[in-house]
């Protein structure tokens, strides 16, 4: 199977194949070369610190720093309490002593610190959060606790090692529920968090934005938070991939329905102001999230808080991910009504033209079933995740 872009590549960007023969992910890949790096500018970051890289996003990322740059070096920093061993396994393979691995708490400031100012890296991606809205709504404290206060640690090690460039994983979540005229939502949409997931995360936005209007000897910090959609799909290799224990999010548990792990999906209400009753949300391909992430990285500015979203600027309804894991899989999804989900707005998709104007990102998967195909492959191939 040949995996194209579906549009064009950037102006600049070059594009390697690869290729892996496996039971399930036998592929032929091109992947675009990220058209700017760390500094913005031809040098490559030399070394990357990513928080939460044993997990679902962040190993995707560190995956792509280290094939796609050949000098830089990343360190991942996870607990493994929701990360795992097997994607820095995975991240290993391909870079070999380019990857270090810490397995720090976050909120060990102490232990983070000495990890930081031994090996200071030029900037620091930080995924490591827990992500689960529903969890929030039970156990408010975790979330603020990890969440904000793991953010605030890192940031002391950060000033500590004299590490002065972050980029955020913020969500759509900070936004809350907008009123339908409010959609597609833009960075100036108000941000009004409805569940304590979205609330920790705009909390450390904040956070940063107050630290980057700070005087800091010998640099203020420079922060760029991307407000992440929904995020679905793999590694087109299926080296790494989405494995939450538990899982909550929707595509990959209509996936495991698919694979006859589960009976059936529960659809969490279908009594919203939306098209079909069901939920609407905005899915982006994790692939298309690391290379905003690149681009992010090109755009830190000392001294300046910045904030995008990451969408494909189209949302769909929650039956409509059913259809298309149906059609993808061919396998039937039984459905079952359930009642809402305590902290579920109705719909929530992007505006993701900034984005797209400021740094030249746009999403390169922009249908659901190109997601779910890229989602399910990962699936095939590692049905019990990284075990
Ligand atoms: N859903 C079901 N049944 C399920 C699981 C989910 O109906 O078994 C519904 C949810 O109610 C929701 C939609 O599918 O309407 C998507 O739910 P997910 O749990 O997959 O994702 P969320 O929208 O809750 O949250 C995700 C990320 C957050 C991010 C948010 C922003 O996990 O980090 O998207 O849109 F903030």
Known sequence: MVISPINEAPDGAEARSATRDGPDCDLTVTQDLPTRNSTGDARPPSHVLVTGGAGYIGSHMALALLEREPSTRVTVVDNLLRGHRGAIDALVKVGGARLRFEQIDLLDTARLTAALVADPPDAVLHFAALTSVPESVEKPLDYFRTNLGGGLSLLEAMRAAGVSRLVFSSTAATYGEPAPESMPITESTPQRPINPYGLAKLQFEDVLRAQCAAPRQPKPLAAVALRYFNVAGADALCRVGEDHRPETHLVPIALEVALGKRPHLTIFGDDYPTRDGTCIRDY???????????????????????????????GHSVREVVESVRRVTGHAIPTVMGTRRAGDPAALFADPSAIARDLGWTARFTTLDAMVESAWRWMQANPQGYR
Do not use: K, M, Q, T
């Open 284 to 314: 982006v391909h994790v692939s298309d999230l690391v290379d905003a992430h690149l681009a992010a990285l090109g755009a830190l500015e000392p001294g300046a808080f910045r904030a995008w979203n990451i969408g494909i600027g189209r």
